[in-house]
């Protein structure tokens, strides 16, 4: 496949944080390539910033050099209305904890993307009622959040990752709150709807059982990426 069918590349990623005369580099030298139905695990050391990488990636952070393409377009010469769009389209985010809005139903959650991506109100509820089915949580969606165990409202925040048929969903500790049952089954399923929808996953983890599951393993080490 080539080059310009990538979901997500970076080039020469560099991210420096700057504290009064202190400077930090916290990415140096970052090239990733990832295609459609990929699965990617980066692990590495607390702080070696692995969720720099992923929120840069994602268009939540810009990079200090180099570049980062989400479906061809660079994030850093779009303005922030672009940035939005290009995330609400070919993206979906997960995170260790699920950010559900505790206000609404869990199907008022998974419809959010699709509001904010112009969808009717009808159309809308129907696309996330069928995603909820999918991952298991059919007879959940009047609930609210704080009406579901923590595996559930996770399972919440991948339907919502995924109803809008995103070309690649960003995971930053996805199972890190919860049991190992449970975690085994939120991977389970996100593997499960990989192979179904070729959605690509990258999964920031520090769960070994998680990342071994994955068909690539990088480590971020000194700020770069290694097999």
Same mark, same amino acid.
């Given at each position: ?33 990832? +295609? ?18 992923? @929120? ?18 660079? +994030? ?11 995330? @609400? ?13 505790? $206000? ?37 969606? $009047?609930?609210?959040?704080? $009406? ?40 389970? +399923? ?30 971020? $080490? ?6």
């Amino acid at each position: 496949m080539s080059n310009d069918q990538a979901v997500i590349s970076c080039s020469k990623l560099q991210k420096i944080y700057s504290q009064g005369p202190q400077v930090v580099e916290v990415l140096t030298d970052v090239n990733l390539e990832i +295609l459609p139905g990929d699965q990617v695990a980066i692990v590495g050391s607390s702080g070696s910033g692995k969720t720099t990488l992923l @929120n840069l990636l994602g268009g939540l952070d810009l990079p200090s050099s180099g570049s980062v393409f989400v479906a061809g377009k660079n +994030l850093a010469t779009v303005d922030e209305t672009e940035r939005g769009y290009l995330r @609400n389209k070919y993206l979906g985010f997960v995170y260790q904890f699920h950010h559900l809005l505790g $206000e609404f139903t869990a199907l008022e959650n998974v419809c959010m993307p699709l509001l904010i991506g112009g969808l009717s109100v009808e159309a809308a509820t129907e696309r996330a009622t069928k995603m909820l089915q999918r991952v298991g949580l059919g007879q959940r969606g $009047e609930h609210k959040s704080g $009406e579901l165990s923590g595996g559930e409202r996770q399972r919440v925040a991948i339907a919502r990752a995924l109803v809008t048929e995103p070309q690649c969903v960003l995971l930053d500790e996805p199972t890190g709150n919860l049991d190992r049952h449970t975690a085994e089954e939120i991977q389970g +399923l996100m593997l499960e709807l990989n192979q179904v929808l070729l959605t690509s996953f990258i999964v920031v983890t520090h769960d070994e059982g998680l990342a071994n599951s994955m068909e690539r393993k990088l480590v971020l $080490e000194d700020g770069q990426l290694h097999e």
